[in-house]
């Protein structure tokens, strides 16, 4: 699986976007990009996936360039609660199944 | 919203005993997967599971660890010999299929004295 580099830290205030950044040089052509989070000690919770298109749901929306070698992840209006260590992960859907997590990027919104 | 069911939430046991973790995935998923977290580190894959087998396993799921569908309903994570590096958050999660995103549980605590 195709390795990513995000930053370790970012803030942003409540009620503005959260533009959360990755990069992902390595990407092969059959590698989605998947965006999980951890709040706290909790498991970690689904956010988005993409392959080549932008993607839109209830949570977030997903920004992939046309190279696929990077992504954002937009919370267009975060909350106290989207405090949380967000994870950018690429993997081929028809493997096993594994996630690779890295050190991810812990977002602070602060009021 | 289903969810991913895990007993108990905390677990504490001595060194050399062994630990069965339960998990209750979401009814109508196929994949079933079991991670780890140390306190402070990164979520780590153990094993993967489908069809009643397992598919896919990391180096961490050594001859200590196995992993059983007893049921139609309940996934298990068995330790046989708990060392005091298992002391560990362990997630258990499912999924429909291998492109949708995986919903995970709330963790168990296993803490080896």
């Known amino acids: 699986d195709a390795k990513t580099t995000q930053p370790p830290s970012m803030d942003c205030a409540e009620g503005r976007a959260a533009n959360l950044p990755c990069n992902h040089s390595?990407?092969?052509?059959?590698?989605?990009v998947y965006w999980y989070r951890q709040i706290h000690s909790q498991g970690p919770q689904y956010i988005i996936h993409?392959?080549?298109n932008n993607e839109t749901n209830e949570m977030a929306s997903l920004i992939i360039t046309e190279d696929r070698k990077s992504s954002t992840l937009i919370l267009p209006h975060a909350t106290l609660r989207d405090t949380a260590v967000y994870y950018c992960?690429?993997?081929?859907?028809?493997?096993?199944?594994?996630?690779?997590f890295g050190q991810g990027t812990e977002l602070s919104v602060k009021p | 919203e289903p969810e991913v069911t895990q007993t108990p939430s905390h677990q504490v046991t001595q060194m050399g005993q062994e630990v069965i973790l339960r998990c209750v995935p979401i009814?109508?998923?196929?994949?079933f997967y079991w991670y780890r977290q140390i306190l402070g580190q990164k979520v780590e894959f153990l094993v993967s599971?489908?069809?009643?087998?397992?598919?896919?396993k990391s180096e961490i799921f050594d001859d200590q660890f196995s992993v059983e569908r007893p049921d139609g309903s309940n996934f298990t994570l068995k330790i046989r010999s708990t060392k005091l590096e298992d002391s560990a958050m362990y997630f258990c999660?499912?999924?429909?299929?291998?492109?949708?995103?995986?919903?995970f549980g709330s963790g168990t605590r296993l803490t080896v004295v």
């Open positions: 999660a499912s999924s429909e299929d291998r492109i949708y995103g995986y919903t």
């Open positions: 390595t990407i092969s052509g059959n590698e989605y």
């Open positions: 993409g392959l080549k």
């Open positions: 992960i690429v993997r081929v859907h028809n493997q096993g199944g594994k996630l690779i």
């Open positions: 009814s109508n998923h196929l994949y």
């Open positions: 599971f489908y069809n009643n087998e397992i598919s896919e």
